[in-house]
């Protein structure tokens, strides 16, 4: 499909610089341009490659301004935030590339569901009994979705996706390959004779509106109530929430976080790779966490940065680093000092 840049540039109000009769079939990296294709400039450390790319259209922030001669044919259009601009014709683009709606052979789909309008579901996907599936979700091939299990409209499922029983799923949700919605909360007791009781899992898992699950992240269900992510929040692929987390709103975390039971988020957290975070606790709105933190308390200071494990405040740690990568020194001069005080003390000591 071709679009002109008199067209994208009505879809994103956007103002043309150059020809707008220009037309794109493709989209491409600033820095690996084609003739035929539309790419966007918005971190200043890539504005050298808008002056050598073949790209016929450059999306660029309003207030870009050439400080060279672009390369011929090329037509910029400028819009408030490149960025944001640029993922709204992603979201267009995937929108397009959307499964057509229909029930695939060889999937099941349980005689007691409900499935909504425009629904697409693939082969060898299963619906269990009085599951509800909203209008235009969409269930890629070998996935599970388990008894009772709700599902908002506009929900993508992609291959390999479990939700288990009586989970609910809003609208506008994307749930990646191999997450794992629901599943038992990792809870064991002791007997007297040493081993491990299970605690039975009745709970469930809700992830409200417009919420991403990465590849293979695992979200288990609570012991008694729910484990709740709210609206908005992100999560990357490898990530672990325990039993009875709730996550507020719009927090992000990158890959290979693992939170463990209880532990109640605030919103708008931002959480980096490889942290981990005790359980029964409580983050404030809008923390940061420093990628291979160990959080193991409370954090009570609404927009703290932490860093470390344990971790803490952000500008103590990065002065306890400095003085940790100076040890060396300060070892060589405590050794010096302690050198020439014994030589103090025996030159005393002869004179004595």
Known sequence: MEFSAQQIADILNGQIVG?????????????????????????????????TTKSSIVIVNADFSPQKELPGGCTLIKVPEAYTAFAKLLEMYDQAMAKTPKIEEM????????IGKDVYIGAFAYVADNAE????????????IGDNVKIGDNTVVYSGVHVYRDCIIGKHCTLHSGAIIGADGFGFAPN???NYQ????IGNTILEDHVSIGANTTVDRATLGSTIVKKGVKLDNLVQIGHNVVIGENTVMAAQVGIAGS??????????????????????????????????????KQGETVLGSPAYESE??????????????ILNKLRELENELNQLKEKNESNG
Request: aromatic share 10%; proline share 5%; no cysteine.
């Open 133 to 144: 599936i909203g209008d235009n979700v969409q269930i890629y091939p070998n996935s599970y």
């Open 263 to 300: 532990t109640k988020l605030g919103k708008n957290i931002m959480i980096g790779g490889q942290v981990g975070i005790v359980g029964h606790i409580e983050i404030a709105d809008e923390v940061k966490i420093g990628a291979q933190s160990g959080v193991g308390k409370t954090i009570r």
């Open 192 to 194: 007297s004779e040493n």
């Open 198 to 201: 299970k605690v039975p899992q």
């Open 107 to 114: 999937s099941y789909v349980s005689p007691s569901a409900k």
């Open 316 to 329: 103590d740690y990065k002065k306890a680093y400095m003085g940790f990568r100076r040890l060396p020194f």
């Open 19 to 51: 020809d707008a009769a220009t037309a794109v079939s493709g989209l491409s990296k600033i820095e690996e341009g084609k003739p035929g294709t539309l790419s966007f400039l918005a971190n200043p450390k890539y504005e050298d490659y808008i002056y």
